[in-house]
């Protein structure tokens, strides 16, 4: 368990926090570049409760600023997108994606505006996906060099995207991808039943007494210099894991030297609320028809919004469950026949995550399968405890390529 003020430490995000500060070394995902369109209205958007416009100028350049116009504090959302950049519709400033102000009707005609700091944020765009750097820059210096990641040297033909906004914290999502356990529980049947059900279970394991079969497993974590990597190893498999500070997490989803592989990315939008990445790719070719990742996301209609199938989550309808179904006996936790396998697993972790609101960790009482949990937990803490005394963050100017999960079926 956690002392309430890790719990603080490892959940809150604002400006002012010491996570908060943290996260906003490091790149961040904002939007899916097919949400951004050249030439029309700027979207707003919430990173860690400061609220932000992206854009894409008539000339497909993308921008990204502070909501709030500079001179008085207008919106920039009703801002018109022009060539070159947004203008204020209050006074008519404009301001390029750069960042420059190159015209303030409210100055004189020779006025030097370069000066003149406009809110703006360096991006990064590729693979689908707009990546901003919203820390603070002192004296026009430079942001950190975007990281290279597993997917990020890739064609499009190799990388799908997809994300949702969640009801919980950003920490959340994570921490049930860090409690490798769970999946032989809850995902019991949506495993079973899936096209990697066969490598999932050994059917030689123990048993529940309301007849869930389980294989037991061994758990094992390390400390990295980026984050920490951990391992499950079960009577059926061998999955090893990976955590990138702050926010990035690669999962085992099926088996195969060149089978398709996953990571979820978790952007906090503000405490109780965040953007879920779902990003799938592979290194040897395009992403193919019988792959994991278009099998799962090729027939979901709203990639923006790719759990909106899903309704409202809320107590009253117990987060989504068909509890009919679980008193006939037909489900072990009332959450299947979704679209897509993938769908069904958020269907089942969103509602016990979004049930337990904003958790106590305090108050928990962890088993030996939670050791990936705890480790999680504590690289968080400790990487900002580090930055807070002056150190580098961790992992921020890596080369990641290379790090990424894996899936061995163990057949012995």
């Known amino acids: 368990?956690?002392?309430?003020?890790?719990?603080?430490?490892?959940?809150?995000?604002?400006?002012?926090?010491?996570?908060?500060?943290?996260?906003?070394?490091?790149?961040?995902?904002?939007?899916?570049?097919?949400?951004?369109?050249?030439?029309?209205?700027?979207?707003?958007?919430?990173?860690?409760?400061?609220?932000?416009?992206?854009?894409?100028?008539?000339?497909?350049?993308?921008?990204?600023?502070?909501?709030?116009?500079?001179?008085?504090?207008a919106s920039l959302a009703m801002a018109r997108n022009e060539e070159n950049g947004l203008r204020c519709v209050y006074h008519g400033w404009k301001m390029n994606p750069a960042g420059q102000l190159v015209d303030a009707p409210t100055h004189p005609a020779d006025a030097i505006l370069h000066d003149i700091k406009t809110g703006a944020h360096p991006v990064h765009e590729g693979q689908g996906i707009i990546w901003a750097w919203l820390g603070e820059r002192t004296n026009n210096?430079?942001?950190?060099k975007f990281r290279a990641?597993?997917?990020?040297?890739?064609?499009d033909?190799?990388?799908?995207?997809?994300?949702?906004?969640?009801?919980?914290?950003?920490?959340?999502?994570?921490?049930?991808?860090?409690?490798?356990?769970?999946?032989?529980?809850?995902?019991?049947e949506t495993n079973r039943n899936s096209s990697r059900g066969k490598?999932?279970?050994?059917?030689?394991?123990?048993?529940?007494?309301?007849?869930?079969?389980?294989?037991?497993?061994?758990?094992?974590a390390q400390s990295t210099d980026y984050g920490f990597s951990y391992q499950n190893i079960d009577a059926a498999k061998k999955t090893h894991f990976e955590f990138i500070l702050p926010f990035i997490q690669h999962h085992a989803i099926a088996p195969g030297l060149t089978a398709d592989k996953g990571l979820q990315i978790?952007?906090?939008?503000?405490?109780?609320?965040?953007?879920?990445?779902?990003?799938?790719?592979?290194?040897?070719?395009?992403?193919?028809?019988?792959?994991?990742?278009?099998?799962?996301?090729?027939?979901i209609p709203n990639l923006d919004n790719f759990l909106e199938e899903l309704g409202e989550r809320t107590a009253e309808n117990r987060w989504g469950q068909d509890r009919a179904a679980?008193?006939?006996?037909?489900?072990?936790a009332g959450f299947g026949n979704k679209k897509t396998m993938l769908i069904n697993i958020f269907a089942e972790d969103l509602a016990v995550i979004e049930s337990q609101g904003r958790a106590d960790r305090s108050k928990e009482y962890l088993a030996p399968v939670d050791n990936?949990?705890?480790?999680?937990?504590?690289?968080?803490?400790?990487?900002?405890?580090?930055?807070?005394?002056?150190?580098?963050?961790?992992?921020?100017?890596?080369?990641?390529?290379?790090?990424?999960?894996?899936?061995?079926?163990?057949r012995k």
């Open 199 to 220: 490598a999932y279970f050994s059917n030689a394991g123990r048993r529940t007494d309301s007849g869930v079969e389980f294989d037991y497993p061994e758990m094992h």
């Open 141 to 144: 210096s430079s942001p950190p």
């Open 326 to 332: 679980v008193d006939r006996g037909e489900s072990f």
């Open 149 to 155: 990641l597993a997917f990020t040297d890739l064609p």
């Open 157 to 188: 033909s190799h990388v799908i995207t997809a994300t949702a906004i969640v009801n919980c914290n950003w920490l959340h999502p994570l921490e049930t991808l860090w409690d490798v356990f769970h999946a032989q529980i809850l995902h019991n």
């Open 1 to 73: 368990m956690l002392s309430r003020e890790n719990n603080q430490l490892i959940t809150e995000t604002g400006r002012d926090t010491p996570l908060g500060r943290f996260m906003r070394q490091y790149w961040i995902p904002v939007l899916r570049s097919s949400q951004v369109k050249p030439g029309a209205a700027p979207l707003r958007v919430t990173v860690m409760s400061d609220q932000y416009v992206i854009f894409r100028s008539p000339n497909g350049e993308v921008g990204v600023m502070n909501e709030a116009c500079p001179h008085r504090g």
């Open 266 to 299: 978790s952007v906090p939008i503000d405490d109780d609320h965040a953007m879920l990445w779902i990003i799938f790719y592979n290194r040897h070719h395009p992403l193919q028809p019988d792959g994991f990742a278009l099998q799962n996301l090729a027939s």
């Open 372 to 410: 990936a949990l705890v480790k999680g937990r504590k690289t968080i803490i400790d990487a900002v405890k580090y930055f807070e005394k002056g150190q580098l963050p961790l992992g921020r100017d890596s080369d990641l390529t290379n790090i990424e999960a894996g899936f061995e079926v163990d």
